[in-house]
Protein backbone atom coordinates (compact mmCIF):
# COMPACT_ATOMS: atom_id res chain seq x y z
CA UNK A 1 0.00 0.00 0.00
CA UNK A 2 1.41 3.56 -0.78
CA UNK A 3 2.40 6.33 1.46
CA UNK A 4 0.86 9.40 1.78
CA UNK A 5 2.46 12.41 2.84
CA UNK A 6 1.95 16.12 2.92
CA UNK A 7 4.51 18.77 0.89
CA UNK A 8 4.48 22.24 2.05
CA UNK A 9 7.13 24.06 0.73
CA UNK A 10 8.85 25.03 4.66
CA UNK A 11 11.18 23.03 6.33
CA UNK A 12 8.98 20.64 8.10
CA UNK A 13 7.49 19.85 4.74
CA UNK A 14 10.85 19.08 3.40
CA UNK A 15 11.55 16.72 6.34
CA UNK A 16 8.05 14.98 5.97
CA UNK A 17 8.70 14.23 2.89
CA UNK A 18 12.58 12.83 3.14
CA UNK A 19 11.31 10.66 5.92
CA UNK A 20 8.34 9.84 3.32
CA UNK A 21 10.90 9.32 1.00
CA UNK A 22 13.04 7.51 2.91
CA UNK A 23 10.08 4.92 4.18
CA UNK A 24 8.92 4.21 0.59
CA UNK A 25 12.38 2.69 -0.34
CA UNK A 26 12.72 1.10 2.61
CA UNK A 27 9.24 -1.01 1.93
CA UNK A 28 9.36 -0.83 -1.41
CA UNK A 29 6.01 0.65 -2.00
CA UNK A 30 4.79 4.42 -4.10
CA UNK A 31 4.90 7.71 -2.36
CA UNK A 32 1.79 9.48 -2.87
CA UNK A 33 2.65 13.88 -2.47
CA UNK A 34 -0.52 15.93 -2.06
CA UNK A 35 0.44 19.40 -2.06
CA UNK A 36 -2.81 20.83 -1.33
CA UNK A 37 -3.72 24.78 -2.12
CA UNK A 38 -6.34 27.15 -0.94
CA UNK A 39 -6.68 28.65 -4.37
CA UNK A 40 -9.32 31.36 -5.55
CA UNK A 41 -8.32 34.81 -4.15
CA UNK A 42 -5.66 33.23 -1.83
CA UNK A 43 -3.08 32.38 -4.85
CA UNK A 44 -1.10 35.19 -6.12
CA UNK A 45 -0.70 34.85 -9.99
CA UNK A 46 3.12 35.15 -9.58
CA UNK A 47 5.02 34.44 -6.16
CA UNK A 48 4.24 32.22 -3.85
CA UNK A 49 2.35 29.91 -5.59
CA UNK A 50 4.75 29.75 -8.87
CA UNK A 51 7.82 29.43 -6.59
CA UNK A 52 5.94 26.13 -4.40
CA UNK A 53 5.00 24.65 -7.95
CA UNK A 54 8.44 24.99 -8.97
CA UNK A 55 9.45 23.78 -5.39
CA UNK A 56 7.29 20.94 -6.01
CA UNK A 57 8.41 19.90 -9.28
CA UNK A 58 11.88 19.52 -8.45
CA UNK A 59 11.06 17.60 -5.19
CA UNK A 60 9.53 15.06 -7.47
CA UNK A 61 12.69 15.04 -9.48
CA UNK A 62 14.73 14.42 -6.95
CA UNK A 63 12.42 12.06 -5.58
CA UNK A 64 12.46 9.94 -9.11
CA UNK A 65 16.04 10.42 -9.36
CA UNK A 66 16.66 8.17 -6.10
CA UNK A 67 14.43 5.51 -7.75
CA UNK A 68 11.17 6.70 -5.71
CA UNK A 69 7.76 5.59 -7.60
CA UNK A 70 6.38 8.92 -7.11
CA UNK A 71 2.88 10.29 -8.03
CA UNK A 72 1.72 13.55 -6.78
CA UNK A 73 -1.68 15.59 -6.29
CA UNK A 74 -1.18 19.08 -6.52
CA UNK A 75 -4.93 20.09 -5.11
CA UNK A 76 -6.47 23.61 -5.59
CA UNK A 77 -9.90 22.74 -4.51
CA UNK A 78 -10.28 25.68 -1.07
CA UNK A 79 -9.91 22.41 0.87
CA UNK A 80 -7.78 22.42 4.28
CA UNK A 81 -5.01 20.66 4.05
CA UNK A 82 -6.12 18.08 6.37
CA UNK A 83 -8.59 17.58 4.53
CA UNK A 84 -6.80 16.83 1.47
CA UNK A 85 -4.51 14.79 3.01
CA UNK A 86 -7.27 12.31 4.52
CA UNK A 87 -9.11 11.76 1.34
CA UNK A 88 -6.73 11.00 -0.57
CA UNK A 89 -5.23 8.40 1.83
CA UNK A 90 -8.52 7.00 1.78
CA UNK A 91 -8.46 6.82 -2.28
CA UNK A 92 -5.69 5.29 -2.43
CA UNK A 93 -5.82 3.01 0.64
CA UNK A 94 -2.45 4.34 2.57
CA UNK A 95 -0.57 2.46 4.68
CA UNK A 96 0.24 5.43 6.71
CA UNK A 97 0.34 9.51 5.86
CA UNK A 98 3.63 11.22 6.54
CA UNK A 99 3.52 15.21 8.21
CA UNK A 100 5.32 17.31 9.28
CA UNK A 101 5.14 18.99 12.29
CA UNK A 102 6.14 23.00 13.67
CA UNK A 103 5.60 24.72 17.05
CA UNK A 104 2.87 26.94 17.50
CA UNK A 105 2.21 29.24 20.45
CA UNK A 106 -1.37 27.87 22.46
CA UNK A 107 -3.10 31.11 20.96
CA UNK A 108 -1.98 30.50 17.32
CA UNK A 109 -3.56 27.20 17.88
CA UNK A 110 -6.53 28.27 19.22
CA UNK A 111 -7.38 31.02 16.70
CA UNK A 112 -5.84 28.93 13.42
CA UNK A 113 -6.97 25.52 14.38
CA UNK A 114 -4.08 23.23 13.57
CA UNK A 115 -4.03 20.98 10.55
CA UNK A 116 -1.69 18.14 12.26
CA UNK A 117 -4.35 17.25 14.77
CA UNK A 118 -6.73 17.17 12.57
CA UNK A 119 -5.21 14.51 10.28
CA UNK A 120 -4.09 12.90 13.17
CA UNK A 121 -7.84 12.61 15.27
CA UNK A 122 -9.53 12.51 11.69
CA UNK A 123 -7.44 9.89 9.62
CA UNK A 124 -8.12 6.45 7.85
CA UNK A 125 -4.91 4.94 8.87
CA UNK A 126 -2.09 5.46 10.76
CA UNK A 127 0.20 8.89 11.07
CA UNK A 128 3.74 9.73 11.04
CA UNK A 129 4.47 13.11 12.14
CA UNK A 130 8.17 14.64 11.61
CA UNK A 131 9.56 17.25 13.13
CA UNK A 132 12.32 19.36 11.42
CA UNK A 133 15.62 19.62 12.25
CA UNK A 134 16.17 22.69 14.54
Not at 81 to 94: T, Y
Amino acid sequence: MPIVVGFVPTKEGRAAVARAADESVLRKTRLVVVNSARGGRDMAEVGPASTAERELADLVESLRARGVDVEVHALVRGNEPAEDLIQVAGQVDADFIVIGLRRRTPVGKLILGSNAQRVLLDSPCPVLAVKAEA
